[in-house]
């Protein structure tokens, strides 16, 4: 979630919703749609997007907390978890984890919750006052977060048996340079990645020792949402003027440096995309509406154009 959106969540425009149509046909495969429709309800504002192995969409609702659940077979998602229920307000990042349990960042309410796959609430988990929960990675045993109010990031435990208490692992005063806005945040399993939209940098993190520093890219690299896919990073980037795509870079062997390669085409005015899932040879990005939040129904997810 942007930093300059977040106020903008209490103000009131239009935009044109987009047309559901499919993607061509393939021979041997059902066609998918192209766009999905999240939420046809005033100020569903989405944000967080997971696509699991099966097809599975999960969205989050960051102006209400709701979270909607669908299949990639299907353009029309349906309501999963109500908005408000177990104090989830609001809701940003969203993953499932190993046992095919759904994680969801609380945003403003400074909470992390668990779910089992029926929507059952197995635990809450709690940061400070005032913290603002982004994004998130799952990296063995342990969940990282974003903290995009305090600037630092969480840590939990994550096992088969639940989720610990989260706990700062790299506070504000141990990054450099200071973050003022931390978002996305993608791990190899070595080291995190994360990004800084304050300015636009995002920084390579040490996950043994903690060393942070700027990653090395031959231009502006950070985003909202990212995926990382081998040495291959997708960040969905705000380039200005309301113009939003997602840029593709390469890494080098270390995670260190990146080469900027492509950009996606933009995404449609007023559509401001957020973060980004891979659906088999396509990437999916939310259309939050955030910089005319609350926006107008409907609440989109749609195929990124210009980029597998």
Do not use: C
């Not at 930093?3 to 919703?17: E, F, I, K, Q």
């Amino acid at each position: 979630m942007r930093l300059r959106t977040l106020a903008a969540l209490v103000l009131t425009a239009a935009v044109v919703g987009q047309p559901l149509s499919a993607q061509a046909h393939v021979p041997g495969r059902p066609a998918h749609p192209s766009t999905y429709v999240v939420s046809t309800t005033p100020g569903d504002t989405p944000e967080g997007i997971e696509v699991t192995r099966d097809g599975t969409i999960y969205v989050t609702s960051v102006g209400t907390g709701a979270v909607f659940k669908g299949s990639v077979r299907d353009p029309r998602l349906r309501l999963w978890l109500p908005a408000g229920r177990d104090g989830r307000t609001s809701a940003t990042g969203i993953h499932t984890d190993r046992w095919g349990r759904v994680l969801v960042a609380g945003a403003s309410t400074a909470k992390l919750f668990l779910y089992d796959a029926r929507g059952r609430l197995l635990v809450t988990r709690s940061a400070q006052e005032g913290a603002f929960l982004n994004d998130f990675v799952v990296v063995g045993n342990h969940v990282y977060v974003t903290d995009s109010a305090h600037n630092q990031i969480w840590r939990a435990a994550l096992t088969q048996h639940g989720l610990g208490e989260l706990e700062p692992w790299l506070t504000r005063d141990r990054i450099e340079p200071i973050p003022y806005f931390l978002n996305g945040i993608v791990s190899d399993g070595h080291v995190l990645l994360v990004g800084e939209q304050g300015q636009d940098l995002t920084y390579r993190i040490d996950l043994r020792t903690k060393q942070v520093r700027p990653l090395e890219v031959d231009g502006i690299l950070s985003g909202d949402g990212y995926l990382l896919e081998g040495r291959r990073l997708y960040a969905v980037y705000n380039a200005g003027a309301g113009k939003y795509v997602t840029r593709l870079a390469l890494l080098d062997k270390t995670l260190s440096r990146a080469t900027l390669v492509a950009d996606s085409q933009p995404g449609a005015p007023g559509a401001t995309p957020t973060t980004i899932a891979r659906d088999g040879n396509r990437l999916l990005w939310v259309n939050s509406q955030l910089d005319v939040a609350p926006g107008t129904p409907p609440y989109t997810v749609s195929v990124v154009r210009g980029l597998r």
